[in-house]
């Protein structure tokens, strides 16, 4: 499977996930791979200004609104087992734009990442946030049969 062909699925389970947590709010998820995050925020009539000038590309974006608040949702894909480079990738992007919520997800496995949040427990790892709230990257094996993340698998639980 490429990673391309994981795209939709997710953006399907994201658009049930946030449908499910965020009732009454307007809802906008997209497969946002091809373009600059800055260009994608824009195209919804959001202006983010750390996001203008820098390559972020998301694989799949979540947009919750009601009114003039919004809030993002990340997923990176890989059909790969995962690395540090994957996690420091997504780390870095939280970091500038700081989304509500942001998944990691492979259809392979846990790769590295398996022995450094499960073996040495370093989930502070996945910490991200405005300093006033600290929020985890949450990280999953991908189920190509159920098109759902394994919750069993799931880092931190949720």
């Not at 590309?57 to 059909?79: M, P, S, W, Y």
């Not at 992007?93 to 259809?107: H, W």
């Not at 996945?126 to 698998?153: C, S, V, Y």
Request: net charge negative; with cysteine.
């Amino acid at each position: 499977m490429k990673e391309f062909e994981l795209y939709e699925p997710m953006r399907c389970w994201l658009q049930k996930y946030l449908e499910d947590k965020y009732n009454g709010w307007d809802i906008i998820t997209l497969d946002a791979h091809s373009g600059r995050l800055d260009r994608v925020l824009r195209a919804q009539g959001i202006d983010c200004d750390i996001a203008t000038g820098i390559d972020i590309l998301i694989d799949i974006l979540g947009i919750v609104r009601k009114e003039q608040t919004f809030k993002l949702f990340f997923i990176e894909a890989k059909q790969t087992s995962l690395t540090l480079r994957d996690l420091g990738q997504l780390w870095a992007y939280c970091k500038l734009i700081d989304p509500e919520e942001a998944f990691l997800m492979t259809s392979a496995d846990l790769g590295s990442l398996n022995k450094i949040l499960n073996v040495f427990k370093r989930e502070d790892l996945l910490d991200f946030g405005d300093g006033k709230r600290i929020k985890k990257m949450q990280i999953a094996i991908w189920n190509i049969k159920t098109n759902a993340p394994e919750m069993d698998t799931m880092i931190p639980k949720l």
